[in-house]
C-alpha cells in the first residue's frame, strides 16, 4: 500500500497563487510517476499534471499549462503543485494520486483531497 497525504489548499482570490504538497509513505517501490487531479461539484475527476518517478517527464492538462508547475523531491516522497494566476474555474477538490507497477499489474492510489476554492 502506499499512502498519500495532501496539503495547501485553501481560499484564495482570483489571479493568487497556492502551492499543493502530497507526501507518500508506504510501500513506495515500483511507484513509477505521481501526479495531481482535480474534481468539481457535477463534473468527472480530472487530470491537472503528472511527473515521473526521476522527475525527468511532466505532463499538463492545457488549461493549466503555463499557470501550474508539479515537481518532486525523491528524499521526502513528496510532490508539488505551484498554481500561479488562479481562476474561478480551478475551484476543485484536488487528488494527490500514485501510480505503482507490480509483477502483474499497475494500482493506483489516492490521497483524500483537498479543497481550493477560488474567490472573484
Not at 7 to 21: D, E, F, K, N
Not at 53 to 61: I, K, Q, V
Not at 68 to 75: E, K, Q, V, Y
Request: aromatic residues 10%.
Amino acid at each position: 500500500q502506499v499512502q498519500l497525504v495532501e496539503s495547501g489548499g485553501g481560499l484564495v482570490q482570483v489571479g493568487g497563487s497556492l502551492r499543493l504538497s502530497c507526501a507518500a509513505s508506504g510501500n513506495y517501490l515500483g511507484v513509477i510517476t505521481m501526479g495531481w487531479y482535480r474534481q468539481a461539484p457535477g463534473n468527472q475527476r480530472e487530470l491537472v499534471a503528472t511527473i515521473t518517478n526521476d522527475g525527468s517527464n511532466t505532463n499538463y492538462a492545457d488549461s493549466v499549462k503555463d499557470r501550474f508547475t508539479i515537481s518532486r523531491d525523491n528524499a521526502k516522497n513528496t510532490i508539488y503543485l505551484q498554481m500561479n494566476n488562479l481562476k474561478p474555474e480551478d475551484t476543485a477538490v484536488y487528488y494527490c494520486n500514485a501510480l505503482r507497477r507490480t509483477i502483474q499489474t499497475f494500482m493506483n492510489y489516492w490521497g483524500q483531497g483537498t479543497q481550493v476554492t477560488v474567490s472573484s
